[in-house]
C-alpha cells in the first residue's frame, strides 16, 4: 500500500477539452488534484503525443489515435494495441508513472487493459488498483446503434455480466440508473436463462476478485460549476446577441437544448415538441440548439418539414457563451430519458432557467418535480410542460429557486471531494484483503456462481 498520496492514472477515449459532460467532469477532476495535492494523470486519444501539465499534481498525456470507423466519427478511439504490445505508448506511459490506482472509463477498446493486468500480463507494473468507471449504460448503447428491445437488453448483460463486472476490483457510476445495469447483469430474475457453468468460467477466466459484486459497486454523481453557470449572467444585452446570431423574432420565447445531436440523446423528440409548438398563436417559440453531431442535418431536415423555421442549430458553443446563453433563455429542454447522469440540465439550473426533462435516467439524481418539470418523453406532455413554465410566473419563480438550491448542493467542488474520499474508502478496502482481489491462482477453482453469484451479502 502506497505510503504517500496516492496516484492515480485515468484512461478514456470520452474526452474532448471544451465540451462534453464527460470532458468537464474530467477537467474538474484535474483541477481539484491540486486542492487536493495527489498526483492525477489522464490519458487521451489525440492528433499527436503530447503531455499537458495542468497545474503541479495534474498532467493529460494525449495518444496518437485515429477516428472512430463507427458511430460518431468526430471521436479518435485508443486501440488494444496501444497497451497490450510491449513497448505500446499507454504501456510505457503506465511504467514511467506506476500508479496506486488505474481508473478506465470505457466499455469497449480500454477495457482490456484490466483484464491484462488481472491476469499478470503487465507483471512489470505491479497490481494497481483496477477501477471501471461507468459514464454511460451499455444497454442503452446498444439500443441506439445496434439493436433495442430484448436482445439488446441480452447482448448488454451478458457483456457486463460476464466481462466487464470480472475485470475490474470496483466499478464507480456517475449515477444510479448507471450502477443499475451492473446488478442487472446479474440479477437471477433478469437473466433466469443463463448458462451459470459459463458465467462461473468466465469470472474464473477474468480472475475475478472473490468478493460479492455489490460491494465492488460506488455511485458517485458529477457535479455542476456553479462560478460559471449563474443567473448573474442574464442581461439584455446577451438576450439581444442570442437573437441576433440565432435571427429569431425579439419577442420569439427561447427554447435551449444544449449537447450532442446524436441517436442516444433521444434528439427526435426536439421536433416532436415543436411540432406541438409551432401551431400555438399566442407565443413563437423558437428551439436554439447548442451542439453538435452524427444527426444534425437528419434533425435541420425534419425540423424544416415539421415545424419550418422554428429549430435554430448554433453548433458548437465554448463555455462562456454557452453559460450566456443558459442565463438568457425562456426554457431549457433535454429530451434524453436514458441520460446516464446529465450535466447540461444541471448547468441550466445552476443558471437560473426553468427546466423540462423527462422523468426517467440519471437525471433523477438530482432533479425533482419541485425543482424542475418532469413529464412523459413525448411531444405533446413537453409542450404542455413548457407551457405551463412560461404562463405561471408563481410556479416558475419556485421551482427555479429550489433549483438553484440544488446546484449549490452539487457543485463540482462536493463532486470531486466525494470521488477522491470514494478513492480513498476503496483503495483501503483493496488493500485489506488484497489476496481476495489479487489470488490468481484461488480464482481459478473458485465457484463464484455458488458462493457469491447467488447470494445476497444482506440475507
Given amino acids: ?47 499527436s503525443e503530447t503531455v499537458e501539465e495542468i497545474n503541479e499534481f495534474a498532467k493529460i498525456y494525449c495518444v496518437p489515435a485515429k477516428y472512430s470507423p463507427l458511430f460518431d466519427k468526430r471521436y479518435r478511439i485508443m486501440m488494444p494495441w496501444q497497451y497490450m504490445v510491449k513497448d505500446s505508448i499507454i504501456r510505457r506511459i503506465l511504467l ?19 483484464v491484462m493486468i488481472r491476469t499478470n500480463n503487465f507483471k512489470k507494473l505491479g497490481r494497481p488498483m483496477l477501477v471501471h468507471f461507468s459514464c ?8 441506439s446503434f445496434l439493436t433495442g ?24 457510476a456517475n449515477s444510479v440508473y448507471t450502477a443499475e445495469e451492473f446488478f442487472e447483469s446479474l440479477d437471477r430474475e433478469k437473466n433466469e436463462r443463463r448458462n451459470k457453468a459459463f458465467l462461473n468460467w468466465c469470472w474464473r477466466f477474468f480472475k475475478s476478485p472473490r468478493v ?3 460491494e465492488r459497486i460506488r455511485v458517485c454523481p458529477r457535479g455542476v460549476d456553479s462560478v460559471n453557470f449563474t443567473p448573474d449572467r442574464r442581461s ?10 440565432s435571427g429569431v423574432p425579439s419577442d420569439a420565447t427561447i427554447l435551449l437544448y444544449a449537447g450532442r445531436i446524436s441517436p442516444e440523446k433521444n434528439i427526435g423528440l426536439l421536433v416532436d415538441v415543436m411540432k406541438e409548438l409551432a401551431g400555438d398563436t399566442s407565443r413563437d417559440y ?3 440548439v447548442a451542439g453538435a453531431g452524427p444527426r444534425s442535418d437528419w434533425l435541420r431536415q425534419q425540423g424544416e418539414k415539421t415545424a419550418p423555421g422554428k429549430i435554430v442549430q448554433l453548433g458548437h458553443l465554448d463555455k462562456e457563451t454557452l453559460a450566456n446563453y443558459y442565463a438568457n433563455a425562456d426554457v431549457f429542454i433535454h429530451p434524453n430519458p436514458r441520460e446516464p447522469f446529465g450535466i447540461a440540465p444541471l448547468e441550466a439550473m445552476a443558471s437560473g432557467v426553468p427546466t423540462v426533462a423527462p422523468n426517467a435516467g440519471g437525471i433523477l439524481s438530482y432533479a425533482t418535480n419541485e425543482n424542475a418539470w418532469l413529464v412523459e418523453p413525448t ?24 433549483a438553484l438550491a440544488t446546484a449549490r448542493e452539487n457543485t463540482r467542488e462536493a463532486s470531486t471531494d466525494r470521488l477522491y474520499a470514494t478513492y480513498d474508502e476503496i483503495y483501503a478496502d483493496f488493500h485489506s484483503r488484497r489476496e481476495l482481489f489479487t489470488d490468481v491462482e484461488a480464482a481459478k477453482e473458485y465457484d463464484f456462481v455458488t458462493e457469491l453469484l447467488s447470494t445476497d451479502p444482506k440475507e
Fill in 236 to 245: 439584455d444585452v446577451v438576450r439581444a446577441e442570442m437573437i441576433e446570431r
Fill in 212 to 214: 460479492h459484486h455489490s
Fill in 286 to 288: 423558437r428551439l436554439l
Fill in 149 to 172: 428491445g430484448k436482445i439488446g437488453k441480452w447482448f448488454a448483460r451478458r457483456v457486463i455480466g460476464n466481462y466487464t463486472m470480472p475485470s475490474f476490483d470496483y466499478h464507480i
Fill in 1 to 47: 500500500m502506497s505510503s504517500g498520496p496516492i496516484k492515480s492514472v485515468h484512461i478514456t477515449n470520452y474526452y474532448h477539452k471544451n465540451s462534453g459532460g464527460i470532458s468537464t467532469s474530467f477537467n474538474n477532476l484535474l483541477a481539484a488534484a491540486e486542492r487536493h495535492q495527489r498526483q492525477v494523470r489522464l490519458i487521451v486519444p489525440g492528433e
Fill in 96 to 114: 514511467e508513472e506506476k500508479p496506486d490506482i488505474i481508473e478506465v472509463t470505457d466499455k469497449y477498446t480500454l477495457s482490456l487493459l484490466g
Fill in 379 to 402: 411531444g405533446k406532455q413537453f409542450a404542455d410542460a413548457i407551457r405551463e413554465v412560461v404562463s405561471d410566473e408563481q410556479l416558475r419563480n419556485l421551482k427555479v429557486e429550489k
Fill in 136 to 143: 454511460e449504460r451499455m444497454d442503452d448503447n446498444v439500443g
